[in-house]
């Protein structure tokens, strides 16, 4: 499985961004797809996720501002990152696993910039 994310850039505070993940490969297996970031001298952490049958989940500090969605015929998870501030700031990078997450795949970070 392959994972392609793109979208990130430079927003000033307020602002909104889509994330894109398009997944490729052997997805058949594929039990959900999540989004994680990484700011400067972070730890990686969990943003948002979803299964396959829509149910997604966020965490706390985004609730309310960031929607994960999912275009299964497209193989595509999205990010949309409303009302962005400076800590939202983060390389975002797309997951993928299997059930009983047997294997997990990365893609590439996509750096968020958010100015103040």
């Known amino acids: 499985v392959q994972l392609q994310a793109s979208g990130g850039g430079l927003v000033q505070s307020g602002g909104s961004l889509r994330l894109s993940c398009a997944a490729s490969?052997?997805?058949?297996?594929?039990?959900?797809m999540a989004w994680y970031r990484q700011a400067p001298g972070k730890g990686r952490e969990l943003v948002a996720s979803i299964f396959n049958d829509g149910t997604a989940s966020a965490a706390n500090s985004v609730k309310g501002r960031f929607t994960i969605s999912r275009d299964n015929a497209k193989n595509t998870a999205y990010l949309q990152m409303n009302t962005l501030k400076p800590d939202d700031t983060a390389v975002y990078y797309c997951?993928?696993?299997?059930?009983?997450?047997?294997?997990?795949?990365w893609g590439r970070g996509t750096l968020v910039t958010v100015s103040s």
């Open positions: 997951n993928a696993w299997t059930e009983g997450l047997e294997y997990e795949y």
């Open positions: 490969g052997s997805i058949g297996n594929i039990n959900g």
